[in-house]
């Protein structure tokens, strides 16, 4: 059985050492041992006798006043300090949430299209490769006039540096565990966000098609009031952006087509869908917010 780095063994299981035993005060000081004599008695041999007795109040040979020596108070006396109540679980100043789900966004009362850069939202931006949506969601959380936090999937799995299974190198196992892990950790995070306040935009290369990278894992960790929202621009921008990239976040023009063709398969989902392919980073944004005032004012069903 391995321990956590920086935790002590445990003393392997004795006869005499177990958690029965008790801590014997005589086995960590030896000396002579006294028949019928308890420890921190009187040996044998010291005479007994009665213990000597002060003198009473008033008595003209004790000492009187504010400066008269107070006796010593018997050791059962001394009082016991309660330990201080626990206090709540808090992370510097910011009280934790539940960890419940995030409940729907509520339109306001008043009559018209809601305002969605005044409302705390939690806003899923879904699209292929080189769709934009890390730029877009750069972009509006930066421009709104609430506080609004952006957390990237991607950026969450490459915590792990290494042993990081790279979906690239093939889908198996150790990929999928990590990738339940990094949509875990930004479930938290965002309902951590939500539960101050703080808006917050996630972005993923969801499928349409695949149940592992599906829309329900997102649903159960953050909750039915995150809003879905599809970025699919035409597949000969994707493969421009996609050209423009480096390291691990590149891939192949196969790759991308072929991941371009199964996020077509968000039409007639009923998820909203933006084609960006003739828009800009802040044109995409607020087109955006349009669409978040319409999921507002009507949720879609998924």
């Given at each position: ?32 041992h006294h ?6 008695s ?17 008595f ?12 010593p ?7 016991h ?9 808090t ?9 419940g789900?995030?409940?729907?966004p509520?339109?306001?009362p ?15 931006l ?7 949506k ?10 709104r ?18 042993g ?17 892990l ?20 996630l972005?993923?290369?969801?499928f ?14 953050v909750?039915?009031g ?77």
């Amino acid at each position: 059985m391995q321990h956590a780095v920086g935790s002590p063994l445990p003393p392997p299981h004795q006869p005499g050492h177990g958690p029965a035993a008790g801590w014997s005060p005589a086995a960590q000081h030896p000396g002579p041992h006294h028949p019928g004599a308890h420890p921190g008695s009187a040996p044998a041999s010291a005479p007994q006798g009665p213990a000597p007795v002060g003198p009473p109040p008033g008595f003209a040979g004790a000492p009187t006043g504010p400066h008269a020596p107070h006796p010593p108070a018997p050791h059962h006396t001394v009082p016991h300090h309660a330990p201080p109540p626990p206090t709540p679980d808090t992370t510097g100043h910011v009280q934790l949430p539940p960890g419940g789900p995030v409940p729907m966004p509520s339109a306001p009362p008043t009559a018209g299209t809601p305002d969605p850069t005044s409302t705390t939202l939690a806003v899923l931006l879904i699209g292929p490769a080189g769709a934009g949506k890390t730029s877009v969601a750069k972009y509006w959380a930066d421009h709104r006039r609430v506080p609004t936090a952006h957390i990237s999937l991607d950026d969450v799995r490459e915590w792990v540096r290494s042993g990081f299974a790279d979906p690239q190198s093939g889908w198996n196992d150790h990929s999928e565990a990590q990738y339940r892990l990094a949509r875990r950790t930004c479930g938290f995070a965002a309902r951590n966000f939500l539960a101050n306040n703080i808006s917050c935009i996630l972005d993923d290369a969801v499928f349409p098609d695949r149940p592992v990278v599906g829309l329900g894992g997102w649903k159960r960790h953050v909750g039915p009031g995150l809003l879905p929202v599809v970025l699919l621009p035409g597949l000969e921008i994707v493969l421009e952006r996609n050209a423009e990239r480096s390291g691990n976040r590149r891939l192949t023009d196969e790759e991308v087509a072929r991941i371009h063709g199964r996020m077509a398969g968000w039409y007639g989902s009923g998820l909203p869908i933006i084609d960006n392919s003739q828009l800009d980073v802040p044109q995409t944004a607020r087109v955006l917010d349009d669409v978040l005032a319409r999921s507002i004012a009507s949720p879609p069903q998924w």
